[in-house]
């Protein structure tokens, strides 16, 4: 049987507006994530996928019904549950290697421990000369792929990733979601991927939620069984590169 990770039920989220306008975000949502699930996310802008992703790592409250990790209500955040972020919001003051070992400092880790492991990950992550270097001497890319080691060095059993390869060039996309999938078969994570590219959710998912806006609702979930490494030439992917585009177009 499949253990459930995160369940959502009957989740809403109105934002109130500084004016006192009601944004109704998220309506009705209902999901369930099993261990080892890799679940792309996809939807127009403006349709609650980040408030989704928030809600889930306990930066945010929903305003009706409920998120549970392991069972539990998600009140507040959890170190098992790390989140990855658009902009990698690295520490430009603090070399790659500081940053990621940061969290495990403030988590009570010894600070070699923490440097050890921080190390490990970047390695890992294909960064393993540029651990003394800044942010600023990175690419766009491999600053990318610092905020995915740090993430990870938290050895989290789910990791939340907002649009995280948004900003990159296409090359460099399809790179890191061939190692995405890598770290993932490897250490065996629970993934959760919010992705405006319909192509990247095909590459990435075993199953992929097609959102609709105003309010974000789930249209659709799609279970993709292609094998991996998936062949973009294949007509099944172009096929199912189709049905969800014209999905979003309605
Ligand atoms: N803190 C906030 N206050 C008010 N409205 C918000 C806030 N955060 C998000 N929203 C609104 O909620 C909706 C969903 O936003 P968001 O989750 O960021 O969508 P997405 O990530 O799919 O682009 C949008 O209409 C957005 O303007
Ligand atoms: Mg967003």
Avoid at 11 to 36: H, Y
Avoid at 139 to 148: H, V
Avoid at 216 to 225: A, W
Wanted: glycine share 8%; hydrophobic share 45%; net charge neutral.
């Amino acid at each position: 049987m499949q253990e459930t990770v995160i369940n959502i039920e009957h989740l809403s989220k109105t934002f109130t507006t500084e004016q006192g306008a009601l944004v109704p975000a998220l309506k009705d949502i209902n999901l369930s994530v099993d261990l080892n699930d890799f679940i792309c996310i996809v939807g127009p802008s403006g349709c609650g996928k980040s408030t989704l992703l928030r809600i889930i790592a306990g930066l945010e409250q929903a305003s009706d019904g409920m998120a549970f990790y392991l069972g539990e209500e998600v009140k507040k955040t959890n170190r098992e549950v790390g989140m990855v972020f658009q902009d990698y919001s690295l520490l430009p003051w603090r070399t790659v290697l500081d940053n990621i070992a940061l969290g495990m400092v403030f988590s009570g880790v010894a600070r070699n421990e923490s440097l050890q492991v921080a190390t490990q990950y970047l390695k890992l992550v294909g960064l393993g000369d540029f651990a003394r270097a800044y942010p600023y001497e990175l690419s766009g890319g491999m600053q990318q792929r610092a905020a995915i080691a740090r993430a990870l060095a938290n050895n989290p059993r789910v990791l939340l990733m907002d649009e995280p390869f948004g900003a990159l060039d296409a090359h460099t996309r399809i790179l890191l979601q061939k190692e995405l999938l890598r770290i993932w078969e490897q250490d065996r994570k629970t993934i959760v991927f919010v992705t405006h590219s319909v192509d990247e959710a095909i590459y990435l998912a075993d199953k992929i939620i097609v959102m609709s806006a105003h309010p974000g609702q789930i249209k659709e979930t799609i279970n993709v069984t292609m094998a991996r490494p998936r062949d973009r030439g294949n007509p099944l992917y172009g096929k199912m590169n189709a049905r969800i585009l014209s999905m979003l177009d309605h």
